[in-house]
């Protein structure tokens, strides 16, 4: 599977829902800046366009930090909102998404801590950037094909529980990095922390991840480069 | 890991660090396909979230599009009693009129007005009734000239007289010419 390659395909072509589609025949930019300009002038269309552009990508973020549906259609709501709201104070420095990624993972953070439903942090950040160099994560694959992992039921239920495991630092992080591909150092701005704690949350999230997921690993795949074993020998088959 | 991540360049790499690599890669796809899926669980209530934040758009722009006029003053008594009166005029008039016609209607037909009357109250002395203790009267009857005469003959009590008294009457006259 490679949903980030999808992703990226439907960001660009501004419409993943093409039913869902502002007035048929508007002209309506395919450029984020220039749709956001139009926005900043009140044009409801032009922010529509970038709701239907995102939206997907934002629910995916702030289901994978709340893990509620009913929460994360909140935090999007609220986020594209807040983000209405506040589109003349938007510049244009960073781009339309990232502005919004950042609003919709402040929401859900925050949204986490007025229920206080995060769970405690296993291990102070100076422990977990300590245990970074002293273990390694598990060099062993379910199956080299996660695609077809997801399609088994059991799998992917185990994989959902295992995030709902993690603290919610350590999912936060996760996710960014797994689902947006964020660097360090973006992640260090949106956690409004340091890169090495960034660096610390990711290696114990995966860690626990694995740790959560052992019985479902096999061996090290046949290709030391990861290629793809016979889909035969996946245990989701 | 930093490789695995793009953080370090991915040369010369171990066996055990690129088997890594691809554990950390293939943890990677399956929490974002997780996170996908989960999308996709819930796109029949995505696609209705627009119209939610629509709405709550329009509430929001509503106060800036059309600013909220100052609340009008609270009308006076006599002002909202007029005003009913006006959303109510053809009753109003209507019992006016039949007011009118009854009290017409009384003056015409109701009975006269009475003379006044003065009601006093007066106080009459107690009169001790006299009781006759003497011999009782006379009465004599005696023919006059022109008329008849009686003759009341009334004892004292103290026996040192008698009172008479004499009651004339004149013959009625005939009117009658020439009788």
Redesign the interface.
């Known amino acids: 599977m490679s949903k980030r390659a999808g992703l990226a395909t439907a960001a660009a072509a501004g419409a993943p829902d093409a039913g869902r589609a502002p007035a048929a025949g508007a002209a309506v930019p395919s450029d984020d800046r220039a749709l956001v300009a139009l926005a900043q002038k009140g044009d409801r269309a032009a922010f529509r366009t970038l709701f239907e552009r995102y939206h997907r990508r934002a629910y995916a973020l702030a289901f994978g930090v709340v893990r509620n549906q009913d929460d994360a259609l909140d935090v999007v709501q609220d986020a594209f909102i807040k983000a209405h709201r506040h589109l003349d104070k938007f510049e244009g420095q960073a781009s339309f998404y990232t502005w919004l990624y950042r609003i919709v993972m402040n929401l859900a953070i925050d949204h986490l801590r007025k229920h206080k439903r995060q769970q405690p942090v296993d291990f102070t950040d100076q422990a977990v950037e300590n245990a970074v160099s002293e273990d390694a994560l598990l060099p062993k694959i379910i199956g080299g094909n996660p695609g077809r992992a997801l399609m088994d039921r059991e799998i992917r239920e185990r994989i959902s529980e295992a995030l709902d495991s993690l603290s919610e630092n350590h999912r936060a992080v996760l996710v960014m990095r797994e689902l947006d591909g964020l660097s360090y150092e973006e992640m260090a701005v949106v956690m409004q922390c340091s890169k090495g704690t960034i660096m610390s949350r990711l290696f114990h999230a995966r860690k626990n991840m694995q740790r959560q997921l052992a019985d479902l690993y096999q061996g090290p795949p046949p290709d030391a480069d990861g290629a793809a074993p016979d889909p035969e020998d996946s245990p989701a088959d | 890991?930093l490789a695995a991540?793009?953080?370090a360049p991915a040369t010369d790499l171990g066996?055990?660090a690129?088997?890594?690599?691809?554990?950390?890669?293939?943890?990677?796809?399956?929490?974002?396909?997780?996170?996908?899926?989960?999308?996709d669980?819930?796109e029949p209530?995505?696609?209705g979230?627009?119209d939610?934040?629509?709405r709550?758009?329009d509430v929001?722009e509503a106060p800036a599009a059309a600013p909220v006029a100052a609340p009008a003053a609270r009308p006076s008594l006599g002002a909202r009693i007029w005003s009913w009166l006006a959303g109510h005029r053809s009753h109003v008039a209507t019992g006016l009129l039949s007011a009118g016609a009854v009290a017409g209607l009384s003056m015409a037909l109701g009975p006269a007005p009475t003379e006044k009357v003065v009601v006093k109250t007066v106080t009459v002395p107690a009169v001790q009734p006299t009781v006759m203790t003497g011999s009782p009267p006379e009465v004599e009857s005696m023919e006059l000239i022109g008329g008849s005469g009686t003759v009341f003959t009334i004892g004292d009590d103290d026996g040192d007289g008698d009172t008479a008294v004499i009651w004339v009457e004149p013959d009625e006259v005939d009117p009658t010419e020439g009788i």
């Open positions: 890991m991540d793009g953080e066996p055990e690129r088997q890594t690599t691809a554990a950390v890669r293939e943890l990677g796809e399956l929490v974002r396909g997780s996170l996908e899926l989960s999308a669980d819930a209530r995505l696609a979230l627009w939610l934040i629509e709550r758009l929001a």
